[in-house]
DNA sequence: AGAAAGCGTCTCCCCCAA
DNA sequence: CTAGTTGGGGGAGACGCT
């Protein structure tokens, strides 16, 4: 039997960042994101600016209707990478059972009956040591967890167990189950499903008849039935870099410069952290919102950012496109670290497969087991 | 009604081979 | 010999997060 499962999300995580480096801005609306000439949308906000109505992905011309008096500050990832990192440090010194989910969320596991206390004690240790809030759900299971920690935001702790859920979670709507966006929502609305005990009636035969495998799932979810584990160790599968132009732009050279530019970045960052990819995408929105996506796997490994611009160009061109865009991007994915050929110098090669060797051999029979003499390490 | 970034992952569908 | 099944890979788009 597994022990109780926590998830952490840090509170408005980049308006909070920005009050944190920015103490005037503290109690005041904060819109982070938004900027990029006027099509910008809200990235992040405070909890002050949501009091007016403002939220993420909310176009920045709508925000400031709503509040005027907002300040807009740029995206700092940067500076939100190094504050995720401590935090996780924090979760670390309390279990090493750790699924990171995304820059402000991750799941633990502590021992059965221990949820509640722990979480109250990394509350305090997250807000003590960086000055941040994290709101936590405690359930058995990820998604009772992880829909308990919305209903304690801001700044609280809520446990919800299984047998209590159909009594707290009843009459809330069906989106507050993961995975249930706007189409599901609508698709239940049709057959008069708004509320989560309207969808427990339902037998499971029903569900998989609508959803297939997905309805499978949405049934046990609404029994808060959920078996699936931490994965502690989640690889990244796509590396991508796009950009919305702030004025459409038809210039098929000036566009394939930008996708060159593009390449460039995604091949640097591909590189940086060791991957090969075998699949490269582009994709394409035009000025009427509709968006598209091509992909290219050329049954060799993508690395070099020569490659990657002639895929992206072939793709390009393929399309034969007449319309003005709005947005290009590119993006590799099917990575692939292990057969890699390395780009590195001889030297730093033998140096990358001792550290692997003393990674592989640590991991096997537990830290410190060997080390190197002197020199790197 | 009008406005809509930049990441990334998931899922559906198709095709092919066993 | 033919039809159905399964599993994997590729492609496209939906979806979710800040």
Known sequence: MRGDILLCDLDAFYASVEQLDHPELKGKPVIVGGLHGNRGVVAACSYEARAFGVRSAMPTVVAKKLCPQAIIRPVNMKRYQELSAKVLNIYESFTPLIEVVSIDEAYLEVGKGRGVITGTEIRKAVQKELSLAVSIG????????????????????????????????GGYSVRIIPGVGPKTADFLKSF??????????????????????????????????????????????????????????????????????????????????????????????????????????????????????????????????????????????????????????????????????????????????????????
């Open 138 to 169: 405690v359930s058995s299971n990820k998604l009772l967890a992880k829909i308990s920690s919305n209903l304690a935001k801001p700044n609280g702790l809520k446990a919800l167990w299984p047998k209590d859920a159909p009594q707290v979670l």
């Open 192 to 377: 008069g499903i708004d509320n989560i005990s309207e969808l427990s009636k339902y037998p499971i035969g029903w569900f998989r008849n609508h959803l297939g495998a997905r309805g499978i799932e949405l049934f046990n979810y609404v029994n808060w039935v959920d078996e699936r584990p931490l994965e502690l160790n989640r690889e990244q599968k796509s590396i991508g870099r796009e950009i919305t132009f702030t004025e459409d732009i038809s210039d098929k050279e000036k566009l394939l410069a930008i996708l060159n530019e593009l390449s460039q970045e995604v091949g640097y960052r591909l590189r940086k952290t060791g991957f090969k990819a075998k699949t490269l995408s582009i994709k394409i929105r035009f000025p009427d919102f509709t968006t598209i996506t091509r992909s290219k796997t050329p049954g060799y490994l993508l690395y070099t950012d020569g490659d990657l611009f002639k895929i992206a160009k072939t793709l390009f061109e393929e399309l034969k496109l007449v319309k003005p865009l709005r947005l290009i991007g590119v993006t590799v994915s099917n990575l692939d670290k292990e057969l890699q050929l390395s780009l590195f110098t001889e030297e730093e090669k033998n140096e990358d497969k001792l550290a692997e060797v003393i990674d592989r051999i640590n991991e096997k029979f537990g830290n410190g087991t060997i080390k190197r003499c002197g020199g790197k390490g």
